[in-house]
């Protein structure tokens, strides 16, 4: 039996979209993005790879849960790598509520890839790491690291990976999420992007305007310009979510909800609180804002949707193991 390997990593919030494929398998993504790593959200992975089994075993929060084709490829890959046929124990734990637009596929991966590859007694650099987690879920490339990351798309196995872009960002940013329902979606993120990839006619110009989004909010990032960074990650959402509209057959991740907070947001903006919205495949609002006005934001936020859950989080860190 190999050793027992505990691994935790946190959410992130792209400010600067994925959202397509160019290689299903390998997850090589049409664009290169950038996130922000919170520190609220996160998944702790426990693997073992045990040869008293006879398959794979996956629980997700206690329950036994059927193991799915993408955990399956990331644990594939673990074993070509270190030469094994061993099945594998997964115990994973979500504190982040379960494919609600909130990125459980990013912690949830990143934690995987780290677990099962130390388990299998492989050493693996970050990148490594980043590039193995990239197997599971496209998003969980950048949660190896925390901080503000960049998932530079490459062009296949080799160089496509997240590297740091500002690890340690000494600057008051704070993201709410605003979780106005954390049931799981209606169409995944893998389903969504798909969609949109081949039958969105504005597709091209999602690519070519995601590049240029790229150099805006690195600089942003650079010169810690607040203002730049929340308008060019709120447009950027919005480009995302108007190619799903645009698809064929269309579809949306907006509620009611997800539209108030957008109007809200921009209410807000009118009377002097700076704040920008993003949103991921789902309902919930990700509220970008800083120190000084932020408990403003949330009990004008709460009194406008008293039933929303609204999580106040900030930087966080990149995926580490658990002694
Ligand atoms: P989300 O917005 O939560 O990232 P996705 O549409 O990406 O939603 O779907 C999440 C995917 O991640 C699902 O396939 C789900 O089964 C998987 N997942 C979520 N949490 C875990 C976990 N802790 N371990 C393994 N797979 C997970
Ligand atoms: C809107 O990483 O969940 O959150 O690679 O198919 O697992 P798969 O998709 P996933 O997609 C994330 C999409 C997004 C934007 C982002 O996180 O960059
Ligand atoms: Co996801």
Not at 109 to 119: H, K, N, T, V
Not at 188 to 201: D, E, H, L, Q, W
Not at 245 to 258: E, I, Q
């Amino acid at each position: 039996m190999s050793k027992t390997v505990t691994a935790r990593a946190h959410t992130n919030i792209a400010l600067v979209k994925y959202w397509g494929k160019k290689d299903d398998e390998l997850i090589i993504p049409m664009n290169s993005s950038l996130s922000l790593t919170l520190d609220h959200f996160y998944t702790d992975t426990t693997v073992t790879f045990d040869s008293q089994l006879v398959a794979d075993h996956f629980t997700l929060d206690g329950q036994s849960t059927p193991v799915s084709a993408k955990i399956t490829r990331v644990i594939d890959r673990v074993r070509t790598l270190a030469g094994i046929t061993t099945p594998a124990r997964i115990d994973s734990i979500n504190h982040v509520p379960n494919m609600a637009g909130l990125a459980s596929s990013a912690s949830a991966f990143a934690a995987l890839a780290l677990a099962a590859s130390q388990a299998a007694g492989l050493d693996l650099s970050l990148r490594d790491v980043s590039r193995l987690a990239r197997r599971g879920s496209g998003s969980a490339t950048r949660s190896v690291y925390g901080g503000f990351v960049e998932w530079q798309m490459g062009h296949d196995d080799t160089d496509s990976y997240a590297v740091p872009y500002l690890e340690h960002p000494d600057w008051d940013i704070h993201v709410l999420a605003v979780v106005v329902n954390s049931a799981p979606k209606a169409i995944s993120s893998t389903a969504g992007m798909k969609r949109v990839v081949s039958t969105s006619p504005f597709y091209p110009a999602w690519v070519e305007q995601t590049a240029k989004d790229m150099v805006t909010i690195k600089q942003a990032i650079t010169a810690h310009d607040f203002t730049q960074l929340g308008e060019t990650a709120e447009a950027n959402a919005m480009k995302m979510h108007a190619l799903n509209m645009a698809a064929l057959p269309p579809f949306s991740y907006f509620s009611p909800d997800t539209i108030q907070i957008l109007d809200a947001i921009a209410e807000l903006r009118r009377q002097g609180y700076e704040c920008y919205a993003t949103i991921d495949a789902g309902p919930n609002v990700k509220i970008l804002c800083q120190a000084a006005t932020k408990d403003h934001i949330i009990n004008y936020i709460q009194g406008l949707l008293p039933t929303s859950q609204i999580y106040s989080a900030t930087v966080g860190p990149g995926a580490t193991i658990c002694e």
